[in-house]
């Protein structure tokens, strides 16, 4: 406790409450609440059981708490497994541990608007959360065969199927365009949230999959889109498949939350 | 060690308020308030009131100070305002503009 205490030069205790903003210099350790932006040239920690209810701007920001507002920092952000946040999140480095609890924007990586300071990725870091097992390829080339082949087996068989095909076909035609096409931006962040994301997303793909042999009995109509599919997942699941995303367990080992079309995170 | 440590450098825009010891070598601009003891260290400077159970002063307080037990006024202490506490001490060095209440019966 001590040892921590000279660490940070400035502590807020667990029964402190600060109602207004803080500034300065120096570092900053929250274990209580602070109700109001934190604009520090400093580390922030907020500690665990600890709330802060505002903006934090800092050098470095490492949540083990709750924060309502977003994150800012200049170097890093960590969200420890019991952190919970509620905002945006604006720093060239996020990690965010197994069990942690984020809702907001994330941006990281060299266009977010801080400065950048050319810091290690810190990608293994959270990603030793999940087995690194590879994809198989098979699940790896099929999963956008889903994608397309899925929508023209519709035609077919939507009536039969119902709501479940449905909801499969609006999955597949979801993916290709917001994660595959649009993607770039966030991928090339190259972060391990993005990345934690990613994985949530790819995994309802995958369950099409095997439903989706009949697609062979449409004939050459079918195979050709499963070609097409085939050679669109070769170039475009390359990179993602190459970290090594284990198939299935993954999505439970993971921080809890699933990246939606406005780049929501939900905790 | 305080419960509580607002170092040098750090400047809180509002009011701070907490159940144990709180220590103070930055700037608050506004209250503070403890149930327990009050250190306001050299570089500090406090624009509000100021509340606990035990209250040293040794930096720049404008506003009351009220203690249940006791204030110090240690040298170097810059104080405009009142003192409302039952016990009052105010070394050498110290300065103080202000009333001062010793009754017992508040606080």
Redesign the interface.
């Given at each position: 406790m001590?040892e921590e205490?000279a660490r940070m030069?400035?502590?807020?205790?667990?029964?402190?409450?600060?109602?207004?903003?803080?500034?300065?210099?120096?570092d900053?350790e929250v274990r209580?609440r602070v109700q109001?932006d934190i604009v520090?040239d400093g580390r922030v920690l907020v500690a665990g059981g600890a709330l802060v209810l505002g903006t934090i701007e800092a050098i470095q920001i490492l949540v083990s708490g709750t924060v309502r507002g977003d994150l800012i920092a200049e170097e890093g952000v960590e969200i420890t497994g019991s952190g919970q946040v509620e905002g945006n999140v604006t720093s060239p480095r996020v990690a965010i541990e197994s069990g942690a609890k984020v809702r907001g924007h994330l941006r990281t990586g060299d266009d977010s608007p801080v400065a950048v300071r050319g810091a290690p990725d810190l990608r293994p870091a959270v990603e030793a959360a999940p087995s690194p097992v590879a994809v198989p390829p098979v699940a790896a080339a099929a999963a956008p065969v889903a994608a397309t082949p899925a929508a023209a087996a519709d035609g077919a068989e939507q009536r039969a199927a119902g709501g479940k095909k449905r909801r499969r076909r609006r999955r597949g035609g979801d993916r290709p365009a917001s994660v595959d096409a649009n993607g770039p931006p966030t991928d090339a962040a190259g972060t391990a949230a993005t990345h934690v994301d990613e994985g949530r997303r790819d995994t309802p793909p995958l369950r099409p999959t095997r439903p989706s042999a009949p697609l062979r009995a449409e004939g050459t109509r079918a195979e050709g889109t499963r070609a097409e599919a085939t050679r669109a997942a070769s170039t475009l699941d390359a990179p993602p498949s190459s970290d090594g995303r284990p198939p299935r367990k993954r999505g439970k080992a993971l921080p809890t939350f699933v990246k939606g079309a406005r780049g929501h995170l939900r905790g | 060690m305080a419960d509580t440590i607002i170092s040098s450098g750090l400047i809180i825009d509002g009011n701070l308020k907490a159940d144990g010891s709180v220590r103070i070598d930055g700037q608050v601009l506004g209250r503070v308030q403890s149930s327990a003891a009050v250190e306001l260290g050299p570089t500090s400077s406090v624009s509000a009131d100021v509340q606990g159970q035990r209250v040293s002063v040794a930096g720049t307080v404008l506003g009351n100070v009220q203690a249940s037990e006791r204030v110090d006024l240690l040298s170097g202490a810059r104080l405009t305002g009142d003192v409302r506490a039952p016990r009052l001490t105010i070394a050498d060095g110290a300065s103080f503009r202000g009333k001062v209440d010793m009754e017992a019966g508040h606080d």
């Open positions: 001590t205490r030069s400035s502590v807020l205790g667990a029964t402190g409450l600060v109602l207004g903003n803080v500034q300065g210099q120096g900053f209580g109001g520090l | -």
